[in-house]
């Protein structure tokens, strides 16, 4: 594909790896259009997503669209759709066991939610194809998982999420694409580093713990102990990278950290 020849529509959602393929759809693949969507299904992050997003769209200077998906909060058994569940704290050595791994992912799994975002995108794909005769791909910034992958964070789910494309829309010709497929989360801070994502406008926390005032900036705090904010934590560390995240409590305990008016920020 020639730059420019075709539209993209990011499925975004304010984490580090959706945010840092946004960047990259817009700065090196460089689409004619580029359109953001945001999923509201009652995620317990979700102020802290949509402010971050809101952020992230203002910066690339691209429209963002918020669908409402709430019912599917309502029929999902996952934590994150469930506020009033707590949210134990992840160990660093615990994040490598596979068997442990396996057991916490029904604990975040939302049924069929990457399926529904890439069908969210799609949709819009093919009403702009079918009322502005205007190609646009559909991005979703999923990637592999370790040491267990979520079934639909894999290749294999893309490709079958391509051939249902095909079948689902009136011309097909349209593509389901992941471009941070097959990084690491190391890999993907690196890119977002080079490509100019502001760090601190992005989430990852699947608890939530409030907004902080910082140097005159509102800035969402990460718990600091879910799974999640082990991962982000450690992938910038491997990445060499300075984590300019707030957190309530440190993530990591070989990284130095500076206590601010109850926050914690990497020094």
């Known amino acids: 594909m020639k730059k420019g020849e075709r539209s993209a529509i990011n499925c ?3 984490g580090v790896d959706s945010v840092t393929t946004a960047y990259y759809v817009k700065k090196t693949l460089k689409p004619k259009d580029q359109l953001l ?3 509201d299904y009652k995620q317990r992050t979700y102020a802290y997503e949509e402010f971050c997003i809101k952020k992230v769209a203002r910066h690339l200077d691209l429209p963002l669209k918020i669908i409402d998906i709430r019912w599917l909060g309502d029929i999902s058994t996952s934590v994150l759709t469930h506020p009033e569940k707590e949210i134990s704290e992840t160990k660093e050595a615990d994040l490598w066991d596979p068997e442990k791994a396996r057991q916490r992912i ?3 799994w939302d049924p069929c939610r990457n399926a529904i ?3 969210v995108g799609l949709s819009h794909a093919e009403s702009f194809y079918i009322s ?3 190609r646009y791909d559909v991005y979703i910034g999923i990637r592999r998982e370790t040491p267990v992958a979520m079934k639909d964070n894999t290749p294999e789910f893309l490709e079958e ?3 249902m494309a095909e079948q689902a829309t009136h011309h097909g010709g349209y593509r389901l694409l992941a471009p941070l497929i097959t990084y690491d989360k190391d890999k993907v801070v690196e890119l977002g ?3 100019g994502v502001p760090w601190e406008y992005t989430y990852s926390c699947y608890a939530g713990f409030g907004f902080k005032q910082i140097a005159g900036k509102q800035l969402p705090v990460h718990c600091g102990t879910c799974s999640n904010d082990k991962r982000r934590a450690l992938a910038f560390k491997m990445a060499g990278v300075r984590d300019p995240s707030l957190y309530s409590r440190p993530p990591l305990d070989d990284v ?4 601010r008016d109850g926050i914690f920020i990497q020094t």
């Not at 130095?256 to 206590?259: D, K, Q, S, T």
């Open 37 to 39: 969507i945001f999923c």
């Open 256 to 259: 130095e950290y500076e206590g």
């Open 106 to 108: 029904l604990k975040w």
């Open 161 to 163: 999420m391509n051939r």
């Open 12 to 14: 975004i959602s304010g």
């Open 193 to 195: 580093e080079k490509l």
């Open 132 to 134: 502005k005769a205007q």
């Open 117 to 119: 975002l890439l069908l």
